[in-house]
């Protein structure tokens, strides 16, 4: 079994999973049978200063499902604790002291002002916290009052309010990004340049998952109204890959540790964030939706997946696919695949048919019989068959090998690399040689 | 357990007085609304879906499902009964493993089709329980049709008719309408007077008169019909049972299938249905099956159903006859009876094995039996109808028989397998074109 522990920012856990600052993590009795359920650590959930908020007292989430009602997309509109902070305080020291080889960080918002800063910071460190995670990205209720995503979006904010942090304490800093801005890069730089240990994305996305179609108000609905909330969950998980990716890639926030956030369900989530930068995960929807069990997968399958592929530590897959992110312009525009049917796997719902044949290229005949295969007369290698097919693997993409013609395009499949930037139908091209 | 359980003889009430209702009950009882959501998430939503094609009356099954998935059980009924009137009572007896559900590609990639049958008695029981009727008829044309027995191919055809604006009038020789909706189907497969209340149900339409107790050829004739209506459609059922061809086949105790099936459905206390202790049903097809199965459900101690082909070639379906041997019915195959033995009444039936080409092979077998049902298919009674094909009313794609103005459908008629659903479809075939022919 490979070895799963993990080292971020100095902090130590038995595996890179961590629980996410959210509502799993808020009290003492959530976070220790997280702990016996074997997660390598957790960000505990946001504290502030006294008086603590208040919440709703009606629905916090609103959900969107796939088939099988399978959650897909989860919001919500709790903000951050809303237990004293004295209280919080005692419990995050008595977990610690208890379960010292696991991650005990602490996510703080106080207001956008030097001193409620360095007064909770000594307190925290008081606890035997391992680090801290800064919250700039809840996008509801705590934005109103200037503090979470109000500071998340404004990265001049980012770095101040991150200098001011780094100066108050000896422990590592983690920014955590809201993923509400145009370019995740700017606040990620701000983070850095306010010095930062580690940045940590995605917090959730501004989002309304439904609407109520009976009392014409978004739902979750409060006595006939509704907010707008954070969205998470699997849906949000494309997007979360993205940031990641925006940032390890860039040469100027390439040795910035990422934490990454957003959708982690199974173990190969969890994998695909490593690989594309986050030295480890966070995890929150999937632990509400099926309970803390679920780290058991986590920590199997990444193992079994690690042994595979002769992996030793996690950081050996920690960045692995950076290198082949890239911009569209890069993408080697002499490759050429055709879409390929197995007819022994396929079941002829013919879904295939109705999309190319609606939507796209005409690409895919159907036979009396309904047998489906593809004209590669007419076939661009869009994958839109592959996506729609139900059956795994049944369709898939065979790339053609260089000297055979295309007989979509009469031409001849050339073995070396071009791209865009060379095109001839491209204004701006520039010259091949 | 029951002092009659082993008595010998044709008698009521072997089983404990209590145990009736069980044993009748629904067959598949209906999905609840979960239920009816997880099943219609399975559905692909196929292009030109194989299931469509395998449904004799071409309901749009991905369709339906869909209106189901997304909260519209009614939109989902009104797909399916705008091409099945009796899309209810099909969801209930379709042998949907031979059809829809056998074409199901999630059959192909599983072995566990959509429950598209269950699915689709969701819908439409949602719909009819609410009492609502979503079609309305057309302007009354002023013409006038007249349609022979009130089953499946008759009223299929008579509400199409009036839906068109016709005006419909429906002769049946029996006390109900329904045909074999109402006499002919096993009780535990439609519950709860379901026949009857889809009958009353699909005359809100309205334009439709019923004349039951009104028999051809002797209330009513051919040719009275034709002199009287601007068209005839012709959808009786085989009223004729086929004998064994056995030695003492009229002994007491030797009855016809569909007889006892109808009197179990039109009995008020199943209870009171009198059954014997060691039953024998002679056939292959689903009226053999019910007979059969219902056998035991009322008591009987032995029941054994004997084919005289083999399994393969049975007309009841795989389910079917899983669901026989499930309740503890034997099957005997490549038999056939040679003779009926007792005194007065049947005691013992006897058969001789036989081989593919059905020639006898001298070996025997002799089952104990008090009671012995008749299933070997039934025929078509009646003269001065119009011209035959084999045993039925020859019939081209629309229903038209040899004789202008008389169409036909359903059993009586030519072509088409013997199944509710092919009744309904070949009903509102021959209605629209007889709507042509009066309109066009």
Same mark, same amino acid.
């Given at each position: 079994m490979a070895d799963l522990r993990s080292e971020f920012v100095g902090i130590k856990s038995p595996n890179p999973f961590w629980l996410a600052s959210a509502p799993p993590t808020d009290k003492e009795y959530n976070v220790r049978r997280a702990f016996e359920a074997g997660w390598g650590g957790v960000v505990w959930k946001t504290l502030g200063i006294d008086p603590p908020v208040v919440n709703v007292n009606g629905p916090r989430y609103g959900a969107i499902y796939g088939a099988? %009602? %399978?959650?897909l997309g989860l919001n919500n509109i709790e903000l951050i604790t809303d237990r004293p902070l004295a209280l919080n305080l005692q419990e995050i020291k008595s977990v610690k002291r208890d379960y010292p080889d696991r991650a005990m960080v602490v996510s703080l918002m106080v207001p956008c002002e030097e001193e409620p800063w360095k007064f909770i910071l000594p307190l925290v460190e008081e606890t035997g916290a391992d680090g801290v995670e800064l919250n700039f990205g809840c996008p509801h209720g705590m934005s109103e009052r200037g503090m979470g995503a109000a500071v998340g979006q404004v990265p001049e904010y980012i770095e101040m309010v991150t200098r001011w942090v780094k100066a108050s304490t000896r422990m590592p800093v983690i920014v955590k990004l809201t993923p509400n801005i145009a370019d995740i890069r700017k606040p990620a730089e701000a983070a850095q340049r306010g010095g930062a240990d580690a940045v940590s994305l995605i917090n959730t996305i501004n989002s309304i998952t439904s609407v109520d179609l009976d009392l014409f108000a978004p739902e979750p609905t409060i006595d006939g109204k509704g907010a707008h909330g954070g969205y998470c969950g699997p849906a949000v998980k494309p997007i979360a890959l993205n940031m990641v990716a925006e940032i390890a890639r860039d040469p100027g926030l390439s040795q910035i540790p990422i934490s990454g956030i957003g959708g982690v369900t199974t173990w190969r989530d969890a994998a695909e964030f490593m690989a594309l930068g986050a030295g480890n995960v966070q995890v929150c929807t999937a632990a509400m939706t099926y309970g803390f069990k679920i780290v058991e997968e986590m920590i199997s399958g990444l193992s079994e997946y690690m042994d595979g592929k002769g992996m030793t530590s996690v950081d050996e897959l920690v960045r692995k696919a950076v290198p082949n992110v890239t911009d569209w312009n890069q993408l080697n525009l002499n490759y050429i695949a055709k879409a390929k049917i197995n007819e022994d796997l396929c079941i002829s719902c013919g879904r295939c048919f109705a999309a190319c044949e609606d939507t796209s290229h005409q690409a895919i005949a159907m036979s009396e019989d309904r047998t489906f295969s593809v004209i590669d007369e007419e076939c661009v290698a869009c994958n839109l068959c592959v996506n729609v097919c139900p059956v795994e693997n049944c369709i898939t993409m065979e790339a053609m090998t260089p000297g055979t013609t295309d007989p979509r395009t009469g031409k001849v499949v050339e073995a070396d690399y071009a791209n865009w930037t060379t095109h001839p139908n491209n204004p701006a091209a520039t010259a091949a040689e | 357990m029951s002092q009659k359980m082993f008595e010998p003889g044709i008698t009521a009430?072997?089983?404990?007085?209590?145990a009736y209702a069980d044993q009748f009950s629904d067959l598949h009882p209906p999905l609840d609304p979960h239920e009816a959501l997880v099943a219609a998430d399975r559905c692909y939503f196929c292009h030109d879906a194989p299931c469509i094609t395998a449904c004799p009356t071409d309901i749009d099954i991905p369709l339906f499902i869909r209106q189901i998935a997304t909260g519209t059980p009614d939109a989902a009924a009104k797909t399916i009964l705008s091409q099945n009137i009796m899309g209810g009572m099909c969801a209930r007896v379709c042998p949907t493993e031979q059809l829809c559900e056998q074409a199901c590609v999630r059959e192909a990639a599983e072995g566990k089709p959509v429950k598209i049958g269950e699915l689709q008695r969701f819908a439409t029981d949602h719909l009819q329980q609410q009492g609502k009727h979503p079609f309305e008829r057309a302007t009354p044309t002023g013409k006038r049709v007249a349609v022979v027995g009130a089953g499946p191919a008759g009223l299929s055809c008579a509400h199409r008719l009036a839906m068109m604006g016709h005006e419909v009038v429906v002769h049946d020789a029996r006390p109900k309408p329904g045909g074999l909706n109402e006499y002919g189907i096993a009780t535990y497969k439609t519950t709860n007077g379901f026949a009857q209340a889809e009958v009353d149900w699909l005359m809100q339409i309205g334009g439709i008169t019923l004349q039951t107790g009104s028999a051809l050829g002797a209330d009513i004739t051919l040719e009275g019909l034709k002199a009287d209506y601007d068209a005839v459609f012709l959808g009786m059922g085989l009223g004729g049972v086929n004998a064994l061809g056995a030695d003492g086949e009229d002994k007491t105790g030797v009855l016809d299938a569909v007889d006892f099936i109808a009197d179990l459905r039109q009995a008020g206390d199943v209870a009171q249905v009198p059954i014997g202790r060691d039953v024998v049903v002679i056939g292959g097809g689903m009226t053999a099956i019910d007979a059969a199965v219902q056998a035991k459900l009322l008591g009987a101690l032995n029941v054994t159903l004997v084919y005289r082909r083999g399994r393969d070639r049975m007309n009841a379906s795989v389910f079917e006859q899983d669901l026989a041997a499930s309740k503890g019915v034997r099957i005997v195959n490549h038999a056939v009876p040679v003779a009926v033995h007792g005194n007065g009444a049947v005691r013992e039936i006897e058969f001789e094995y036989v081989d593919a080409d059905m020639k006898g092979t001298g070996q025997m077998l002799r089952l104990a039996a008090d009671q012995v049902f008749k299933a070997i298919g039934q025929t078509l009674q009646g003269d001065a109808l119009p011209a035959l094909e084999g045993r039925k009313i020859k019939v081209d794609g629309t229903g038209r028989t040899s004789v202008d103005g008389i169409w036909a459908g359903g059993d009586c008629a030519s072509g088409g397998d013997d199944l509710t659903v092919t009744a309904v479809a070949e009903g509102r075939d021959a209605a629209m074109d007889i709507h042509m022919t009066l309109v066009g």
């Open positions: 099988d %009602r %399978r959650l | 009430g072997r089983l404990e007085a209590s």
